[in-house]
């Protein structure tokens, strides 16, 4: 075992001497050496290609063998990949932290590209609202339900029929005054 861990490391270090780094980190992380890799891709490689190995690693930390997505949502920070955060997050029930996280990325500018992004910030939106209601926090949830904008009129509809309303009917008020303006 310790003649393959030096030839191992001399493998590493000669594909980086040839410039061939990239092929270092696909390397590393055959043999399970993800840290390294990761390390390795930071230091040497482009931009792109670094990018590609820390994704390769996140991929990784979210397979059911390793299963550590908290350590993957840092990774995908680093990386920019916002909305691969916000889908992580809602998908581990985290629907607080994926609502204000989402919020966040709005009010910054930072971009959340996808496919349909009204319906994936909507259903996080609409799913934190559910939760506010179950722990019995109705204004929030009406606050939280009417940024979900149309996946959210089903809840508030819900949420109308509930009483003590009075409050819960001027939160959307100024939520829809805050958005118009």
């Known amino acids: 075992m310790q003649l393959f861990r030096v030839c191992f490391n001399e493998g590493v270090q000669l594909l980086c001497l040839i410039d061939k780094a990239a092929d270092a980190c696909r390397y590393l992380q055959t043999y399970g050496e993800w840290n390294r890799a990761a390390w390795l891709a930071k230091v040497r490689l482009n931009p792109a290609e670094s990018s590609d190995v820390l994704k390769r690693w996140a991929e990784h930390l979210c397979s059911p063998q390793v299963n550590q997505k908290s ?10 990949c916002f909305h691969k955060v916000g889908e992580m997050l809602h998908s581990m029930r985290y629907f ?10 709005l009010k910054y500018g930072s971009s959340l ?16 609202a559910k939760m506010l209601r179950s722990i019995g926090l109705k204004q929030g949830a009406v606050l939280w339900a009417s940024r979900a904008g149309e996946a959210g009129k089903e809840l508030l509809d819900e949420l109308s029929q509930t009483e003590g309303m009075g ?10 005054n805050k958005e118009d303006a």
């Open 71 to 80: 350590k993957a949502i840092l990774v995908l920070l680093s990386l920019g």
């Open 96 to 105: 607080d932290r994926a609502a204000l996280f989402i919020e966040a990325c």
């Open 113 to 128: 590209t996808t496919a349909s992004p009204h319906k994936f910030i909507g259903a996080a939106f609409v799913d934190y």
């Open 167 to 176: 409050l819960e009917r001027e939160c959307v008020k100024k939520n829809l």
